[in-house]
């Protein structure tokens, strides 16, 4: 009985719910224009970065490296 003369009011008066929902956006939009930037994780802030292996200047070493890494492939 309450809520269907609730409906009512609010069917017969939509100047009131198109203000409470104006209201609504307004408040929200003030809430994060303060709240400032939200904190977060920088993906950059550590370096993922592998350092280089150790340089191989020996042809006998070297061919083996790339005959294993050809035979990966293939």
Do not use: Q
Request: glycine residues 4%; positive net charge.
């Amino acid at each position: 009985m309450i809520m269907t003369d609730i409906l009512n009011y609010l069917l017969t008066n939509p100047g009131l719910v198109i203000a409470l929902f104006l209201l609504y956006c307004f408040i929200y939009a003030l809430s994060i224009l303060f709240s400032g930037p939200k904190p977060g994780r920088n993906p950059f802030a550590t370096r993922h970065v592998r350092p280089p292996p150790a340089l191989v200047t020996d042809h006998t070493d070297r061919n083996k490296v790339i005959k294993y890494s050809e035979s990966v492939y293939f």
